[in-house]
């Protein structure tokens, strides 16, 4: 499988962070390599990187990247100071993922914790961390994918949109894992993919990933979604998340919301997969998720083809919010949960990011 | 306002039929010109032309260019078995749009009443016939936007899929005729436009068409229709079709049928906007007007860019079918009519194509 983020020592030049370059994706494999938190806040807002777990990953690797910048500190109270410093620069780059958030106050409680520590010792125990985050991040989607995979019947067709596959976490995927998870347990899965329109993420990284798993998919364009759903070729559809509200309400990418109203029309089960660590009890509902707008240049340009008039006016934003009335369940590692009980459990515990 | 189709006369070669290569607009402005029926099978075919009225004007002007041909054919009976020849070839180029049949029955009823006139008659006949046809087209679109244009408030947004605008007819536009007439009437009128993946007829040619006219148009992806939806911002979706069926059924551009069920679920008027001519009597319901279905290379590829992964299985429908129930009303050249209205509407009078 694809891998998304990794590491690579180098003798004397300390640990340098690999990325496979996501925007040029399928027809070319570049990597990417980060030896500076800048340098890592730049390909996430670049979307070098993108999917909210591998957003929350590469978040902590440029965490560990910053205190290896600050190795010739020894002062706890200007470390920590420095290391708020580049906190606030990789929280600055994408403001809809809330796994970005949780990775950097993860992160943070360690470096708080260590600021009295050797400079190298820093440096090793935020690489560890961050290491830790992303083998959490593969072992919460296989169990994602153990659970999920029981929702599905023996033969199934899957319709996806985006990207929530290994690309977008640490590996395996969330809508994927669900769907890898399927085809482990034996079950006979085909996929519809959305190409997922400005970034193409469907029809570049989704339809890459499952035929190089050899999981059949069909690429269709986001506006064909409506027909097959209405010619009876899909039994679920499963999305990943950018942020989960307290009461259900889930940000994903663009062109999530619509399918979701489509699938409920078409009595089609609605599915959204993600960790736990997607779920921000701090919103209560889907209108307090800020959306990011992107660049019009992403809408009227395809590469360097322009396929727009010059100087038309563009709203692009990257996401939308589907309310919890339309999400049939929510597929985390705890378990399946719909949204009326997710808010109730989220009552009853203490999670991972409060 | 920029023409689609036209005819030039050359003083020792006949008439040659120019269109506007509409796979290249808006960055570049190209002509293709047509000296023979084949050529201006290929220009519709290869979507040189596109939209249904367009495809029906030009499919006659494709005839009278026949007939062109043939003026060295003086036998009548030569002539007729010459002229279904080339009626076979350009009914075989797109199968959808209704008008394209109903253009070819309009001008063999001419070819028919003058297989024994003079050669240069005939073609004369075949040219002047193909005008009206075009210019009958200009004349109903004014008529669908006054009788459209009174459906909108004095300030309204309006979405609208695809290109149904002078591009795609003889002049004026349907959906974007009423936008037109209601402009022309003082209204004050915003248009969200979907780019209408694969092939961005939404971006490339009604973004253009009302950038030129100083109509204020937003660009977004097919995908973001929904959200704008959501946030109140649009007050009418008005489309175009390819075909109504007799009971009010509508197979227009793919993306449409979701658009409607959106615009349903959002409390949102879904108007479609054409001509008498494509309504289809013998057409019963949706369920009988067959879909084109085109190369996958339109999704895989951007331009001569590569989106998608070799060899990766592509679904592409160019139209869908949006059921009656969902369409607020049809806008005519006769008026407006509620889908339930049509069929008895359709019982009582004969129509210009039975």
């Known amino acids: ?31 990417v390599v980060c030896r500076t938190h800048q340098e890592m806040a730049d390909a996430i807002r670049d979307m070098v990187v993108r999917g909210a777990p591998a957003i929350g990953i590469s978040a902590a690797f440029g965490i560990a990247l910053g205190a290896q910048e600050l190795e010739s500190i020894v002062d706890p ?3 920590l100071s420095e290391m708020e410093k580049m906190e606030r620069v990789i929280a600055a780059t994408r403001p809809t993922a809330v796994n970005l958030f949780w990775a950097l106050a993860r ?6 914790e260590i600021a009295d520590e050797a400079p190298r010792y820093r440096t ?6 961050a290491q830790a985050i992303k083998e959490d991040d593969i072992e919460r989607n296989r169990k ?15 319709l996806t949109h985006c990207n929530a596959g290994a690309l977008a976490t640490g590996g395996y995927g969330t809508a994927l894992g669900v769907i890898r998870g399927a085809v482990e347990a034996g079950k006979k899965i085909k996929v519809y993919a959305d190409e997922t329109r400005p970034y193409l993420q469907g029809a570049r990284l989704t339809a890459y990933e499952l035929s190089e798993d050899n999981i059949p998919v069909t690429l269709i364009t986001d506006s064909m979604a409506a027909m ?4 009876g070729k899909i039994n679920a559809v499963i ?37 736990f660590s997607t779920i921000d009890p701090a919103t209560p509902t889907g209108r307090s998720i800020p959306i990011e707008e992107r660049s019009s240049r992403e809408v009227t340009h395809s590469g360097e083809v322009q396929i727009a008039p ?4 563009v709203y692009n934003p990257a996401f939308d919010v589907t309310p919890a009335r339309y999400i049939t369940a929510i597929i985390t590692e705890k378990g399946v949960f719909s949204p009326e009980d997710l808010s109730h459990h989220l009552g009853q515990e203490s999670l991972p990011n409060t």
């Open 1 to 31: 499988m694809v891998e998304t983020v990794w590491t690579k020592k180098k003798d004397n030049e300390g640990v340098e962070v690999h990325l496979i370059d996501q925007r040029v994706l399928p027809s070319r494999e570049v990597f």
């Open 77 to 79: 109270k200007s470390f």
């Open 107 to 112: 992160m943070k409680k360690i470096w708080a």
């Open 124 to 129: 090793d125990a935020l690489f560890l961390e």
């Open 144 to 158: 994602i994918g153990s659970f999920g995979q029981t929702l599905l019947p023996e033969s199934a067709t899957v």
């Open 228 to 231: 097959v759903m209405a010619q």
């Open 239 to 275: 999305v990943g998340a950018d942020r989960i509200a307290a009461n259900g309400d889930t940000a994903n990418k663009i062109g999530t919301y619509g399918l979701a109203v489509l699938a409920k029309e078409h009595g089609i089960p609605f599915y959204v997969a993600a960790p």
């Open 310 to 313: 010059d100087g038309i006016s």
